[in-house]
Structure formats: C-alpha cells, structure tokens
C-alpha cells in the first residue's frame, strides 16, 4: 500500500508542476540499450549479471525482469545490472532459456543457455603440419550437434578472447556474417545449419605464418536458436621455423615487352622441381620483400581451391608464358615495374626454395595506327554476327556492341565514348581476327553499333563504329490458340486480399507446337512496364520468346495474374509450329471491376 501511495503521490506532483509551468517540456521517450546479448550458465549455475543502459529515464518508470524458466530466479538490481541467479543443471543435457527486461514501453530478450553436466569437448587431431599450413580433423565428442571452430593468433586469444563468453560472442559474429553472405550469394532461405560445422571436419590450411603461436578452439552451437550449447575447448599449436628443402635456383628471361603484356622464360637449375609462378607490381616486393610476396600467392591460390598435389599452375622444367593469352592477366598498367615472382612449393603447398624474382617496366602507350574492318555476316531476328578484322594481328583491342540509341548519346565525342567503355563497358580485349556472335543476345528490330578501338594500357587508335539493325520477327505462320474463357475472382480466394485474380484459359490449333502468354499492365490497351512505358509489338514477341523469362507462361491452359480491382490488364500470346515459325501475336485486355 505505501508504494501506491508513493506511486500517487509523485503523480500528482507531476501534474502540479506541469500546470504552473509557463513553457512546458516536450516529453522525450527514454531509450533502453541492451548491453549483454546472451549468458551462458555454467552447469552448477550461480550467479550472473545482465547490463543495460537508459537515456532520458522518465519519473515512474521503473526496470523489471522476468522469465518463463523455473531455473531462473531472484532478481535484484544495480545501477545498469540486473542480477539473477541459475540452478544446477542436473537434467543431463543443456537447456536454453530467456530473460524478458521491461521499462516502459521498451524491452529486449536475453537468451540464457546452461550447459549440462555431460558436456560436449572436442579433440584436435593436426597433422602434415608446415611452416604455413596445417591440416586438421576436428572431432567433437557428440556427433550430433552443430559447432563452430576457428583458428586465433594466440597472443590475440590472449589478449582479448581469453573470457569464454566474450570469444563466444565474437565467434557468433562471425557466423551470423557467414550466414548473412550464404543468404545473399548461394540460398536466401540458408539457416545456421548450412554455415556450421557438424559431425567430424575435416581440412587443410595454408595461411598460417612460420614460427608463431596459434590457439583453435571450438563449440557447439543451437543450429534453431544460434546460442551456444557447449563449453569451448582450446587446444594450443606452433607452427615451425621455415627452412629451405630445394636448392634450386630460377633463371628469369623478358622475351617480349608490350604495354600490357610480357612474354618471359623460366629456367629451374633443378629440373625436377615443382615452381609457382606469379606476377606482381615490383613496388609491393619493395615494400614487403620477396619471401612474403611469396607467402601471399599461396594464401591467395590456397583460398581460391588449388590442388597443391596437381594443378595448371604448377610448372616444371623450362617455362616460357605470357602474361595476357597463359596467365589471363588484363589489367597491366603501361609504364608501371613488374616482377615474376619464381619459387618451388610442395604438394602441401609450402614453399620449398628461395624466391627469386626479375623486374621489367612495361612501356609506354604508344598511338598505333592499326585499323579495323567491321562486316556483318548475318542478321538474325534476335542478333548478329560480325566479323572484327584489325590491320596488326598481334596488337591488343576492344570491341563490342551497343544499341545504336545508348551509343547515340556520344555521337561526335569519340574520345569521351572510348573512355565511357574502358571504366564502365566490361568488354573484352582481343588481339587478331575476332568472330563476333551475337545471334540470339540482341532485341529484334533495333538499331545497334558494333565498335573497336585499340587499346593497350590506354587508347591507341581512333574508334571504328558500325552500325547495323537486327530482323524482325515473323510473325505470318499459322500456329495460334483460341482465347475459351476469361475468369475474374476475389484475389482473397488465392492469397490475394483486396485484389483481383484474372485467369484467361487458351485453346491451341493444330499447328501451334509452343505457346507463350504473359499478362502486362497497359493504357488504352497498349501493353506498358511498371513505369508506364509502351512495348511495341517486336518487343513483347521477344519477352515471349525468351527462354529467361521467368514470368511467362509455356504451353499453359491459361494465364493468370492478381491485379488491383479497376486496373487494366492485357494479356499477351503468341505461338509458334513445330519449325519454329511464329504466328499472330494476340493481345487480349481486361478490366476488373467488383
């Protein structure tokens, strides 16, 4: 009674300031941060702590905390804590639980995991261990829970991950940013099973650094929940002193320096040796020395999945390569050092002799005065095919194709076009006769241009441009189909609240092999995109026809859509015969109305 008393009290005080202020306040919604993310308990339970933060407290508004979990109990709180006691955990496996906080209208959920008295622990087996690398075999003790493992600089464990709960929550950090790039790059619908290791793992790593400390550790983890459900188990390892196991010596020849590209000779004093190859900016050996350069290309090439064992870029014996038509590499600057990089590796993909390296300064870029000859040699109703003849055969070239009213834009401004396609047209770089094909990646009936311009490390030539038009679609064959039936239905019925359901049912003739239908916004009854731009005919039979489309119907018995009650609809068809011949294309438009 004397906390509602209390409670009244400062109430009616409020209210009394309130009215005699002059100016009054504008109430400003306090703000509660939750600090402490997840507990977990230890099996004999004990005392633990949450923390939080407030800004802006409010008069009356009072913090509190509860939980469903019978183990959980005894609240008490501190300035910014909240204490709780756990129970012991005599239930013979781990148990999850929650703590809901409250103030005001503001609140967060802590998750709380106990670990169990048979606790999960983890055996590191490491073997073929290197001065770079490791493999290793993580076996848990349970082979059927989820776990995540990692590998820590141990003076970084450490310093800042010796805490258990505190190298916990940096390792499910780091699991929720795997989860979240799998979501984005391989299965939005990916869950925390897909990024955790489970039952024994087994791998091999090559970006470890010579004699230094390292620490691994492991722990299970709630595949559902994303807590964790075991104890960690840390194992201490150090990798050994690099030593020199080959004595082989490289000889580096330049035979050939272009402005983008290098042809070179490699001659291993030790013909038996296995050697990697790679290319660098001499400034980055400079700064970071060979040895480490070196280091570099195999973690690189390690990360990228080579087979150390055997792979194509593992050489023995003499070598003679360039850079631009062996290596793949397009991006060499003109007037800018370059080094091959030389040193043995084994098949575990650590290195084996000393690294040797050559520099060479690739030239200038020099105008060329070689010229290009574009013809057509055949039109097709979805594209092209052009033949690219330049003048010099062994000098580098862009070329491409772009629709005829993007290029329009740069009509008189050849220099500022060429530059445009350098940063920002991905194409490709050719050297000798070039076989365009473009036969089915172009629209119909549109006017295109086909361009080449030298370029090596930078413009050497003046561009050649070529205009050309792609065919129109036949449309005069006599496969088609018969529009039944058109059906309207409450969009409710179908997972459509307050929408509209159309369905056109189509009957195909006797010479209609395919057939294709797709429903359009239109005005009027001119079919347009989501902006309100129109489709002509030639545009809507190649968004029919294209076999990416994922939004058409093929050889359906109808074609359906939701679509806002009074929005007008037209549904598009056309069908082709056994030969491929098209016929009429069919528009039929649709107004719902309730």
Same mark, same amino acid.
């Given at each position: 009674?004397?906390?509602?008393?209390? !409670?009244?009290?400062?109430?009616?005080?409020?209210?009394v300031?309130?009215?005699?202020?002059?100016?009054e306040?504008?109430f400003?919604?306090?703000?509660?941060?939750?600090?402490?993310?997840?507990?977990?308990?230890?099996?004999?339970g004990?005392?633990?702590?949450?923390?939080?933060?407030?800004?802006?407290?409010?008069?009356?508004?009072?913090?509190?905390?509860?939980?469903?979990?019978?183990w959980?109990?005894?609240?008490?709180?501190?300035?910014?804590?909240?204490?709780f006691?756990?129970? *012991?955990?005599?239930t013979?496996?781990p148990?999850?639980?929650?703590?809901?906080?409250v103030?005001g209208?503001?609140?967060?959920?802590?998750?709380?995991?106990?670990?169990?008295?048979?606790?999960?622990?983890f055996?590191? %087996?490491?073997?073929?261990?290197?001065?770079?690398?490791?493999?290793?075999?993580?076996?848990?003790?349970?082979k059927?829970?989820?776990?995540?493992?990692?590998?820590?600089?141990?003076?970084?464990?450490?310093?800042?991950?010796?805490?258990?709960?505190?190298l916990?929550?940096?390792?499910?950090?780091l699991?929720?940013?795997?989860?979240?790039?799998?979501?984005?790059?391989?299965?939005?619908?990916?869950s925390?099973?897909?990024?955790?290791?489970?039952?024994?793992?087994?791998?091999?790593? %090559?970006?470890?650094?010579?004699?230094?400390?390292?620490?691994?550790?492991?722990?299970?983890?709630?595949?559902?929940?994303?807590?964790?459900?075991?104890?960690?188990?840390?194992?201490?390892?150090?990798?050994?002193?690099f030593?020199?196991?080959?004595?082989?010596?490289?000889?580096?020849?330049?035979?050939?320096?272009?402005?983008?590209?290098?042809?070179?000779?490699?001659?291993?004093? &030790?013909?038996?040796?296995?050697?990697?190859?790679?290319?660098?900016?001499?400034e980055?050996?400079?700064?970071?020395g060979?040895?480490a350069?070196?280091?570099?290309?195999?973690?690189?090439?390690?990360?990228?999945?080579?087979d150390w064992?055997?792979?194509?870029?593992?050489?023995?014996?003499?070598?003679?390569?360039?850079?631009?038509?062996?290596?793949?590499?397009?991006?060499?600057?003109?007037?800018?050092?370059?080094?091959?990089?030389?040193?043995?590796?084994?098949?575990?993909?650590?290195?084996?002799?000393e690294? !040797?390296?050559?520099?060479?300064?690739?030239?200038?870029?020099?105008?060329?005065?070689?010229?290009f000859?574009?013809?057509?040699?055949?039109?097709?109703?979805?594209?092209?095919?052009?033949?690219?003849?330049?003048?010099?055969k062994d000098?580098?070239?862009?070329?491409g194709v772009?629709?005829?009213?993007?290029?329009?834009?740069?009509?008189?401004?050849?220099?500022?076009?060429?530059?445009?396609?350098?940063?920002?047209?991905?194409m490709?770089v050719?050297?000798?006769?070039?076989?365009m094909?473009?036969s089915?990646?172009?629209?119909?009936?549109?006017?295109?241009?086909?361009?080449?311009?030298?370029y090596?490390?930078?413009?050497?030539?003046?561009?050649?441009i070529?205009?050309?038009?792609?065919?129109?679609?036949?449309?005069?064959?006599?496969?088609?189909?018969?529009?039944?039936?058109?059906?309207?239905?409450?969009?409710?019925?179908?997972?459509?609240?307050?929408?509209?359901a159309?369905?056109v049912?189509?009957?195909?003739?006797?010479?209609?092999?395919?057939w294709?239908?797709?429903a359009?916004?239109?005005? %009027?009854?001119?079919?347009t995109?989501?902006?309100? &731009?129109?489709?002509t005919?030639?545009?809507?039979? &190649?968004?029919?026809t294209n076999?990416?489309?994922?939004?058409?119907?093929?050889?359906?018995e109808?074609?359906a859509?939701?679509?806002?009650?009074?929005?007008?609809?037209?549904?598009?068809?056309?069908a082709?015969?056994?030969?491929?011949?098209?016929?009429?294309?069919?528009k039929?438009?649709?107004? *719902?109305?309730?």
């Amino acid at each position: 009674m004397k906390r509602v008393i209390a !409670s009244l009290i400062a109430v009616l005080a409020c209210a009394v300031v309130t009215s005699c202020s002059t100016n009054e306040e504008e109430f400003v919604e306090p703000l509660l941060e939750q600090i402490t993310k997840s507990v977990t308990a230890d099996v004999n339970g004990g005392h633990y702590e949450i923390a939080y933060s407030i800004s802006n407290p409010a008069a009356g508004f009072e913090i509190s905390a509860s939980t469903k979990q019978e183990w959980i109990g005894n609240f008490t709180y501190g300035e910014g804590t909240i204490g709780f006691d756990v129970a *012991p955990n005599d239930t013979g496996g781990p148990r999850n639980g929650s703590i809901s906080v409250v103030y005001g209208e503001a609140g967060f959920s802590v998750p709380v995991t106990q670990l169990a008295n048979e606790d999960v622990s983890f055996e590191f %087996n490491l073997r073929q261990m290197t001065s770079t690398g490791v493999t290793i075999d993580v076996l848990p003790s349970d082979k059927t829970i989820y776990y995540t493992w990692n590998i820590l600089d141990k003076a970084v464990a450490d310093e800042k991950y010796s805490d258990d709960e505190v190298l916990t929550a940096y390792a499910l950090e780091l699991v929720n940013e795997d989860l979240e790039y799998y979501r984005n790059y391989v299965d939005q619908n990916g869950s925390l099973a897909d990024v955790l290791s489970y039952a024994d793992d087994l791998i091999r790593i %090559n970006t470890l650094n010579p004699a230094t400390d390292y620490q691994i550790f492991a722990f299970g983890i709630d595949e559902k929940a994303g807590t964790v459900i075991s104890a960690v188990t840390r194992s201490d390892f150090t990798t050994p002193e690099f030593k020199i196991q080959d004595e082989c010596k490289f000889t580096i020849t330049f035979d050939v320096v272009l402005q983008t590209e290098m042809t070179f000779t490699i001659v291993p004093d &030790n013909p038996s040796t296995r050697y990697y190859v790679g290319i660098c900016p001499t400034e980055m050996i400079d700064e970071k020395g060979a040895d480490a350069i070196a280091l570099e290309f195999i973690r690189q090439a390690d990360v990228a999945g080579i087979d150390w064992a055997a792979h194509s870029s593992l050489h023995s014996g003499e070598l003679t390569a360039n850079t631009f038509e062996d290596m793949n590499i397009t991006d060499m600057t003109p007037g800018v050092a370059y080094s091959v990089v030389v040193f043995g590796v084994s098949d575990l993909g650590e290195r084996t002799t000393e690294v !040797s390296y050559a520099s060479q300064t690739l030239p200038v870029v020099v105008p060329s005065d070689m010229t290009f000859e574009i013809t057509l040699v055949e039109q097709t109703e979805s594209g092209a095919i052009l033949n690219i003849v330049p003048s010099a055969k062994d000098e580098p070239y862009i070329a491409g194709v772009m629709k005829y009213e993007q290029y329009s834009e740069y009509i008189g401004k050849d220099e500022e076009f060429m530059n445009y396609v350098v940063e920002y047209g991905g194409m490709g770089v050719y050297e000798g006769d070039q076989r365009m094909d473009r036969s089915t990646a172009l629209i119909s009936d549109t006017d295109y241009v086909c361009f080449a311009f030298g370029y090596a490390g930078g413009i050497t030539t003046p561009l050649t441009i070529f205009e050309f038009k792609t065919g129109k679609p036949d449309t005069g064959g006599g496969a088609s189909v018969e529009i039944t039936e058109t059906k309207i239905i409450d969009g409710a019925e179908v997972g459509y609240d307050g929408m509209a359901a159309v369905y056109v049912y189509m009957s195909p003739n006797s010479e209609a092999a395919h057939w294709y239908a797709q429903a359009l916004l239109s005005e %009027n009854g001119v079919p347009t995109d989501a902006f309100g &731009n129109t489709f002509t005919d030639t545009e809507i039979v &190649n968004l029919l026809t294209n076999p990416n489309n994922d939004s058409r119907y093929v050889d359906s018995e109808y074609v359906a859509t939701p679509i806002d009650w009074g929005t007008e609809i037209t549904f598009c068809i056309i069908a082709e015969d056994s030969e491929g011949n098209l016929g009429q294309l069919i528009k039929h438009t649709v107004t *719902p109305q309730q």
